[in-house]
């Protein structure tokens, strides 16, 4: 199989919901919401997938603020996470971060092997469990 990169096409919409919904059951963005994100962030609403499949996402804006991605479960551990974040902290300016689920432990290993950084704990940002606001600050050019 080849994975490619590609922006957010509005016929991915279907797809990349059902990650969403399959990736965070309990909080999962909203069709509207994706659209709204896709609408908002057109060149940096990035889709992996192959000829068939939409095997996972990542949204990100020019700040480097990373608001949402996932992996399709039978897609993970291949790679393809990466793949997004790379493309993420290449075509950002200056940092990558996020906000994640202080009890999501597969996030934090994942994040944490991408050199990402915990900088600040927020109380109860997701009701009953803690956000870890994470950091990578990119190398300056020579």
Do not use: C
């Amino acid at each position: 199989m080849v994975f490619k990169i590609t922006r957010f096409n509005i016929e991915d919409i279907d797809k990349i919901y059902e990650i969403e919904k399959e990736s965070f059951p309990k909080t999962a963005y909203s069709k509207e919401t994706l659209i709204r994100y896709a609408l908002g962030l057109p060149d940096t609403f990035i889709v992996i997938g192959d000829n068939k499949e939409t095997a996972g996402y990542l949204i990100f804006d020019k700040t480097g603020h990373i608001h949402s991605a996932a992996i399709k479960p039978k897609y993970r551990k291949m790679g393809l996470g990466t793949r997004l974040f790379m493309y993420a902290k290449k075509s950002s300016r200056q940092r990558l971060w996020l906000e994640v689920r202080s009890k999501n432990a597969a996030a934090l290993r994942f994040y944490k092997k991408m050199d990402m950084k915990v900088i600040k704990k927020i109380p109860n940002y997701y009701g009953n469990d803690d956000a870890l606001v994470m950091i990578l600050y990119k190398e300056p050019k020579s």
